[in-house]
Structures are given as structure tokens and as C-alpha cells.
């Protein structure tokens, strides 16, 4: 007897033939959340409790904000407002924050910092979506903040382990 195999198979995602940029910010945050898995097996080794616990909850996120342009909208005010509340607590730490840091440092600290571009790469793909269809000025908000918490979490990350940031001084804006 021989068995018919399915389709499926053959399919890394449903929608992957789509001429809709939709795809393409699905692709990208489903990249956000792989990475956000990276960082936290990182940061387990590394012990940063902290961060980890902050992460877990992160991650489950992402993948709601990759799902709430084509189907329906799961990040919440409530979300919002406790990853506000994550970024106010990190940058009460610091008081240097207008410094720009190289991305660098600990292992987790720059897998950190790759899920900080990750964030912003997924707010630039959700704005082309935004040209082809509303999309909730919330998941904007979220993807501009969670960028910015990926740079304050890897900040910490280093600094919780006694590693220095390295000040990048731009030789193309400002005084360099």
C-alpha cells in the first residue's frame, strides 16, 4: 500500500507565495521571535535571571505581533503598558543613556542586540504593510518600544557582568 504524502510537506509557510508584504513581516517577526529563543538559552547559561524572566514573557508576545495584521489583534494596552514599565525600570539604571553603544559585549548582551534589529526591521516591514492595509497603530508602538528595550536589557546584561560598553563616536553626524 502506498500512501499519498501531503502537500504540507512542501510548505515552509501557507503564504509564502503571496505578493502581499504581509509575508514579509510575518517572516520577519517569526525571525524576531527565533532570536528572542536564542537570547534566552544565552541568558540562562549566563544567569540573568532578570532578563530571562522578562524574555519569556517577551516571546509568546512577538509571535502575537506576528499574527495581529492578518488575523486578529492580540497585543494589548496591557501589553503596552507592562513593557513601558520594563523600559522605565531599566533606564532609571543609567543615567548615560545618550551615549550610542557598540553592539557588543557578552554573549547574551549581543544576541540581545540583535533582537533589538530584529524589532526595528519588523517595524520597517510593518510599515510597507501599512501602505497596503491598516495596520493597528499599536503594533508600532510595541515593535518601536521592544527595539528599545532589547538596547536597554543588553546594557544591563553587560553591565551585570562587569563588562564595559564601548561609546561609538559617529564620525558622519555631530562633532566626530
Known sequence: ???????ARYTCYPFMREKSCLVDYEIRTDS???RIGEALAVLRDEQQHEE????????????????SVRGRMAITQQDLDWLDGVYDRYIARRDDWQNFYLPQGTKGAALLHVC????KKSYRALHHVSTEREVD?????FLGLLANVFFV???????NQDTEEIVFHSKSYGKG
Not at 1 to 7: A, D, E, G, N, Q
Not at 52 to 67: D, K, R
Request: aromatic share 4%.
Open 153 to 159: 536589557l543588553a546594557v544591563a546584561v553587560n553591565d
Open 116 to 119: 533589538r534589529s530584529e524589532a
Open 52 to 67: 530571562v524572566a522578562i524574555l519569556e514573557h517577551l516571546q509568546p508576545l512577538a509571535y502575537h505581533v506576528n499574527g
Open 1 to 7: 500500500m502506498t500512501k499519498t504524502k501531503s502537500k
Open 137 to 141: 497603530e499599536m503594533l508600532f508602538s
Open 32 to 34: 524576531l521571535t527565533t
